[in-house]
T-cell receptor, first 114, second 114 residues
Protein backbone atom coordinates (compact mmCIF):
# COMPACT_ATOMS: atom_id res chain seq x y z
CA UNK A 1 0.00 0.00 0.00
CA UNK A 2 1.68 3.20 -1.19
CA UNK A 3 0.03 5.13 1.65
CA UNK A 4 2.35 3.39 4.11
CA UNK A 5 6.02 3.42 3.19
CA UNK A 6 8.98 1.81 4.87
CA UNK A 7 12.67 2.50 4.50
CA UNK A 8 14.94 0.78 3.87
CA UNK A 9 13.32 -2.16 2.09
CA UNK A 10 16.33 -4.35 2.66
CA UNK A 11 19.18 -4.08 5.11
CA UNK A 12 22.11 -6.27 5.99
CA UNK A 13 24.02 -5.40 9.13
CA UNK A 14 26.39 -6.91 11.65
CA UNK A 15 25.90 -8.00 15.22
CA UNK A 16 26.14 -5.11 17.65
CA UNK A 17 25.25 -2.37 15.16
CA UNK A 18 22.49 0.12 15.78
CA UNK A 19 19.76 0.02 13.16
CA UNK A 20 16.76 2.25 12.55
CA UNK A 21 13.80 1.30 10.40
CA UNK A 22 11.47 4.07 9.37
CA UNK A 23 7.79 4.17 8.57
CA UNK A 24 5.78 7.02 7.10
CA UNK A 25 2.10 7.22 6.27
CA UNK A 26 -0.08 9.61 4.34
CA UNK A 27 -3.37 8.09 5.47
CA UNK A 28 -3.81 10.54 8.34
CA UNK A 29 -4.15 7.69 10.80
CA UNK A 30 -3.47 8.22 14.47
CA UNK A 31 -2.40 4.69 15.35
CA UNK A 32 0.80 3.04 14.16
CA UNK A 33 2.32 -0.38 14.80
CA UNK A 34 5.50 -2.35 14.30
CA UNK A 35 5.40 -6.11 13.71
CA UNK A 36 7.99 -8.71 12.90
CA UNK A 37 7.40 -11.78 10.79
CA UNK A 38 9.52 -14.92 10.92
CA UNK A 39 9.32 -17.84 8.47
CA UNK A 40 6.36 -20.06 9.26
CA UNK A 41 5.05 -17.70 11.90
CA UNK A 42 2.39 -15.05 11.92
CA UNK A 43 3.07 -11.43 12.62
CA UNK A 44 4.01 -10.54 16.18
CA UNK A 45 3.51 -7.09 17.64
CA UNK A 46 6.63 -5.26 18.81
CA UNK A 47 5.30 -1.79 19.71
CA UNK A 48 2.23 0.28 19.01
CA UNK A 49 1.41 3.95 19.33
CA UNK A 50 -2.00 5.55 19.67
CA UNK A 51 -0.66 9.03 19.09
CA UNK A 52 2.57 10.97 19.37
CA UNK A 53 2.58 10.86 23.16
CA UNK A 54 1.26 7.36 23.65
CA UNK A 55 3.59 4.42 23.00
CA UNK A 56 3.02 0.89 24.23
CA UNK A 57 4.99 -2.34 24.28
CA UNK A 58 3.72 -5.28 22.33
CA UNK A 59 4.40 -8.94 22.97
CA UNK A 60 8.05 -8.94 21.85
CA UNK A 61 9.47 -5.50 22.68
CA UNK A 62 12.75 -6.65 24.25
CA UNK A 63 15.74 -5.48 22.22
CA UNK A 64 13.70 -2.84 20.37
CA UNK A 65 12.77 0.79 20.92
CA UNK A 66 10.52 3.15 18.99
CA UNK A 67 10.02 6.82 18.39
CA UNK A 68 6.88 8.56 17.17
CA UNK A 69 8.37 11.73 15.73
CA UNK A 70 5.09 12.96 14.29
CA UNK A 71 1.66 11.56 13.64
CA UNK A 72 2.85 10.35 10.26
CA UNK A 73 6.19 8.87 11.31
CA UNK A 74 7.02 5.91 13.52
CA UNK A 75 10.55 4.51 13.65
CA UNK A 76 11.83 1.25 15.08
CA UNK A 77 15.35 0.95 16.46
CA UNK A 78 17.53 -2.00 17.28
CA UNK A 79 20.10 -0.58 19.68
CA UNK A 80 22.47 -3.52 19.32
CA UNK A 81 21.36 -5.90 16.62
CA UNK A 82 21.67 -9.65 17.13
CA UNK A 83 21.23 -12.49 14.61
CA UNK A 84 17.87 -13.64 15.97
CA UNK A 85 16.47 -10.27 15.01
CA UNK A 86 16.80 -11.28 11.39
CA UNK A 87 13.22 -11.06 10.13
CA UNK A 88 10.72 -9.18 8.03
CA UNK A 89 9.50 -6.03 9.75
CA UNK A 90 6.15 -4.46 8.95
CA UNK A 91 4.69 -1.16 9.91
CA UNK A 92 0.92 -0.73 10.03
CA UNK A 93 -1.52 2.10 10.64
CA UNK A 94 -5.14 2.39 11.68
CA UNK A 95 -7.62 5.08 12.49
CA UNK A 96 -9.88 5.60 15.48
CA UNK A 97 -12.15 7.98 13.59
CA UNK A 98 -14.79 6.82 11.19
CA UNK A 99 -16.08 3.33 10.61
CA UNK A 100 -12.88 1.87 9.18
CA UNK A 101 -10.42 0.84 11.90
CA UNK A 102 -8.64 -1.74 9.76
CA UNK A 103 -4.88 -1.99 10.05
CA UNK A 104 -3.09 -1.16 6.80
CA UNK A 105 0.39 -2.52 6.29
CA UNK A 106 3.48 -1.20 4.61
CA UNK A 107 5.58 -3.26 2.16
CA UNK A 108 8.01 -4.45 4.82
CA UNK A 109 11.72 -4.25 5.54
CA UNK A 110 13.85 -7.35 5.26
CA UNK A 111 16.56 -7.17 7.92
CA UNK A 112 19.49 -9.56 8.08
CA UNK A 113 21.84 -9.49 11.06
CA UNK A 114 25.09 -11.33 10.48
CA UNK B 1 1.10 -20.96 22.59
CA UNK B 2 -0.81 -19.00 20.02
CA UNK B 3 -4.53 -19.11 20.29
CA UNK B 4 -5.09 -18.42 16.63
CA UNK B 5 -4.03 -21.28 14.39
CA UNK B 6 -4.71 -22.87 11.05
CA UNK B 7 -5.79 -26.41 10.23
CA UNK B 8 -3.94 -26.54 6.89
CA UNK B 9 -0.58 -24.91 6.37
CA UNK B 10 -0.79 -25.39 2.57
CA UNK B 11 -3.65 -25.63 0.13
CA UNK B 12 -3.42 -26.36 -3.57
CA UNK B 13 -6.45 -25.89 -5.82
CA UNK B 14 -7.26 -25.81 -9.49
CA UNK B 15 -8.14 -22.54 -11.14
CA UNK B 16 -11.87 -22.05 -11.05
CA UNK B 17 -12.43 -24.21 -8.00
CA UNK B 18 -13.59 -22.85 -4.67
CA UNK B 19 -11.06 -22.60 -1.84
CA UNK B 20 -11.70 -22.89 1.86
CA UNK B 21 -9.11 -21.81 4.39
CA UNK B 22 -9.74 -22.59 8.04
CA UNK B 23 -8.68 -20.99 11.28
CA UNK B 24 -9.23 -21.91 14.94
CA UNK B 25 -9.15 -19.54 17.85
CA UNK B 26 -9.30 -20.22 21.55
CA UNK B 27 -10.19 -16.91 23.18
CA UNK B 28 -13.92 -16.62 23.73
CA UNK B 29 -13.48 -12.92 24.44
CA UNK B 30 -12.30 -12.21 20.89
CA UNK B 31 -14.90 -10.11 19.16
CA UNK B 32 -13.42 -9.17 15.82
CA UNK B 33 -11.77 -11.32 13.18
CA UNK B 34 -9.92 -10.43 10.03
CA UNK B 35 -8.49 -12.20 7.04
CA UNK B 36 -5.38 -10.84 5.39
CA UNK B 37 -3.72 -11.86 2.14
CA UNK B 38 0.04 -11.61 1.78
CA UNK B 39 1.62 -11.92 -1.62
CA UNK B 40 5.30 -12.63 -1.99
CA UNK B 41 7.39 -9.55 -1.19
CA UNK B 42 4.46 -7.51 0.01
CA UNK B 43 2.79 -6.57 3.25
CA UNK B 44 -0.49 -8.14 4.40
CA UNK B 45 -3.53 -6.82 2.62
CA UNK B 46 -6.97 -6.66 4.24
CA UNK B 47 -9.52 -8.96 2.62
CA UNK B 48 -12.57 -9.14 4.84
CA UNK B 49 -13.55 -8.92 8.47
CA UNK B 50 -16.37 -10.09 10.70
CA UNK B 51 -17.56 -9.15 14.14
CA UNK B 52 -18.70 -11.63 16.73
CA UNK B 53 -22.35 -10.63 16.41
CA UNK B 54 -22.38 -12.07 12.89
CA UNK B 55 -22.07 -15.61 11.51
CA UNK B 56 -21.38 -14.81 7.90
CA UNK B 57 -20.18 -11.94 5.82
CA UNK B 58 -19.72 -11.76 2.07
CA UNK B 59 -17.43 -9.70 -0.06
CA UNK B 60 -16.43 -9.85 -3.68
CA UNK B 61 -15.76 -13.58 -4.32
CA UNK B 62 -14.95 -14.07 -0.64
CA UNK B 63 -17.07 -15.17 2.29
CA UNK B 64 -16.07 -15.41 5.93
CA UNK B 65 -17.92 -17.74 8.26
CA UNK B 66 -17.71 -17.56 12.03
CA UNK B 67 -18.75 -20.39 14.29
CA UNK B 68 -18.48 -19.15 17.84
CA UNK B 69 -19.62 -22.44 19.33
CA UNK B 70 -16.50 -24.24 18.16
CA UNK B 71 -14.34 -21.12 17.84
CA UNK B 72 -13.76 -21.59 14.15
CA UNK B 73 -13.31 -19.14 11.31
CA UNK B 74 -13.15 -19.87 7.62
CA UNK B 75 -12.45 -17.96 4.43
CA UNK B 76 -14.12 -19.13 1.26
CA UNK B 77 -12.85 -17.92 -2.09
CA UNK B 78 -15.12 -18.55 -5.05
CA UNK B 79 -13.77 -19.35 -8.50
CA UNK B 80 -10.17 -19.20 -7.36
CA UNK B 81 -7.82 -17.44 -9.73
CA UNK B 82 -4.02 -17.54 -10.12
CA UNK B 83 -3.89 -14.06 -8.59
CA UNK B 84 -5.31 -15.52 -5.39
CA UNK B 85 -2.09 -17.42 -4.79
CA UNK B 86 -0.69 -16.05 -1.53
CA UNK B 87 -0.40 -16.69 2.17
CA UNK B 88 -3.64 -16.06 4.02
CA UNK B 89 -3.65 -15.05 7.69
CA UNK B 90 -6.49 -14.91 10.11
CA UNK B 91 -6.25 -12.49 13.00
CA UNK B 92 -8.32 -11.96 16.08
CA UNK B 93 -8.84 -8.87 18.12
CA UNK B 94 -9.01 -9.27 21.86
CA UNK B 95 -9.25 -5.64 22.79
CA UNK B 96 -12.97 -5.79 23.21
CA UNK B 97 -13.51 -2.70 21.20
CA UNK B 98 -11.53 -0.86 18.62
CA UNK B 99 -9.30 -2.91 16.42
CA UNK B 100 -5.83 -2.18 17.71
CA UNK B 101 -4.36 -5.34 19.13
CA UNK B 102 -4.41 -8.22 16.71
CA UNK B 103 -3.15 -11.75 17.22
CA UNK B 104 -2.23 -13.42 13.95
CA UNK B 105 -2.28 -17.05 12.98
CA UNK B 106 0.67 -18.68 11.25
CA UNK B 107 -0.84 -18.50 7.79
CA UNK B 108 -1.92 -20.86 5.00
CA UNK B 109 -0.17 -20.90 1.66
CA UNK B 110 -2.71 -21.08 -1.15
CA UNK B 111 -1.43 -22.22 -4.53
CA UNK B 112 -3.70 -22.01 -7.55
CA UNK B 113 -2.83 -24.33 -10.40
CA UNK B 114 -3.78 -23.23 -13.92
Amino acid sequence: DADVTQTPRNRITKTGKRIMLECSQTKGHDRMYWYRQDPGLGLRLIYYSFDVKDINKGEISDGYSVSRQAQAKFSLSLESAIPNQTALYFCATSSTSGADDTQYFGPGTRLTVL
Amino acid sequence: GESVGLHLPTLSVQEGDNSIINCAYSNSASDYFIWYKQESGKGPQFIIDIRSNMDKRQGQRVTVLLNKTVKHLSLQIAATQPGDSAVYFCAENRSGGSNYKLTFGKGTLLTVNP
